[in-house]
């Protein structure tokens, strides 16, 4: 039997269409399918199979908007669309559309305490989630069953006020969150207006002010505090500060122009519980939860329902994207960032080749991504190239990146773009592209890693490790540079400059943290067989990883 080396998680190549391919390597979030219903003996089977397989399980207990973009109707959906089950509690319900929330009817007490029994007490609920708690009576009885039915966490959305301005809870419930419910939860996720409420009417204007509201709130009895920003005016985008009790972190993302904003906050606490519930930690679950919403957002800023100011959303886009139904990639994975072939018009034209025959030659050798960067293209050529990549690619499910070139990626629609510090800002190719796009930032500073996770980029392109004369006028990082970058970098890394067959392991080797894998250009262009000098390069990575 052939032996594959067994590479530590972090270095692992992603799945492509060669033979080498590792097939221990699984996505790790794909979403659980439900067991058939099932009576009688095929119950049983049934009962059996779901604790083989949970279904990781969210309890929305919030109020039904009739409107359907909030409340519990955007948590089922928010908790469907990311493969989550979503029980619900109905608290109100509200008469409410795209103009405002025109009635409200609180469900009695006692029988919102009867909903919650009856879900807690049969029914494996790993997260329990709040939107509208209408009463301090509703809050005590939530208490009350979850110190009697204990979840895995409880993330609490203190919604108080509608988007449209109209007033959910008032101010003797608002005295119960914080004697009682806070200190249960995990995470509590006021906007700025609830973060202001919540601590008395305090104003809150600057990201300061909601570092420092954020730690107030922490100091009611959360493990976990996000305070949006979405509403703060004057902000070209869309900051959340995140505390844990020892660390702010500013969280940005790209305000999207659209009045298609209804429910942002029940979606925004319903990710984050589903993610919770499918066991991510909490930065990470607040992160998706993030990303989910800007991408609701994105595909869904040119939608009409209703005449109002305000308009839902589509929490179901991923349904509708072409890129889905062809079963495209969904998401950018770190681990593509391997074995990065990027091809040179020039080098191509020297041995011979199409920018197509060479790309093929990269697949079929193993590369994990590629990318064109074609500095001497005619456009009209470029394109027609790009075209042709980009089905080879797909048909390989191999991402393919443009280097500099946002209209030709935008023509072709290729996966995403490589940009340096001289090209277009990223926040701005962000813009562009939209959330679903790879964005790649050359950072040869810790200052400008931070900046390119500050713009929304994917990763970060880092060199050159060793002297190279493919690109001019190209400062050496060596490994010092590249590992003071690669330890400040929150973005997966991929080293550049120079690397080839004999010095590739070196770089693996050293083990850095976030370092995916190498970007190559001469190594495997300049060269009379590009397929052969691939496959023997991610021999080496292979096993460089395999020894480290
Ligand atoms: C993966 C990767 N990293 C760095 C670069 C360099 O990009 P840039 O600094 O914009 O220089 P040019 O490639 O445009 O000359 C890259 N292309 N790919
Ligand atoms: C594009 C680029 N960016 C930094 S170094 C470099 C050139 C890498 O080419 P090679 O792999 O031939 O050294
Ligand atoms: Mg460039």
Redesign the pocket.
Known sequence: MASVPRLPAAHAPPRTSIPAALPFLCPSSSPRVAPPPATGPRRLVAVAAARAMPWPHVLTVAGSDSGAGAGIQADIKACAALGVYCSSVVTAVTAQNTVGVQGVHAVPEEFVGEQLRSVLSDMSVDVVKTGMLPSAGVVKVLCDSLRKFPVKALVVDPVMVSTSGDTLSGPSTLATYRDELFSMADIVTPNVKEASKLLGDVSLHTISDMRNAAESIYKLGPKHVLVKGGDMPDSPDAIDVFFDGKEFIELHGLRIRTHNTHGTGCTLASCIAAELAKGAKMLQAVQVAKKFVESALYHSKDLVIGNGPQGPFDHLFNLKSPLYKMGSRQKFNPDDLFL?A?TDSGMNKKWGRSIKDAVRAAIEGGATIV?L?E?DSETREFLEAAKACVEICKSSGVPLLI??RIDIALACNADGV??????MPAWEVRELLGPGKII?V?CKTVAQAEQAWKDGADYI?C?GVFPTTT?ANNPTLGFDGLRTVCSASKLPV?A?GGINAGNADSVMELGLPNLKGV?VVSALFDRECVMTETRNLRSILMNACARS
């Open positions: 990065y990027v990318q960067r500095k280097n500099d490589h940009v340096g510090q001289s090209d790649g050359s392109g060199g690109k991929v550049i970007a």
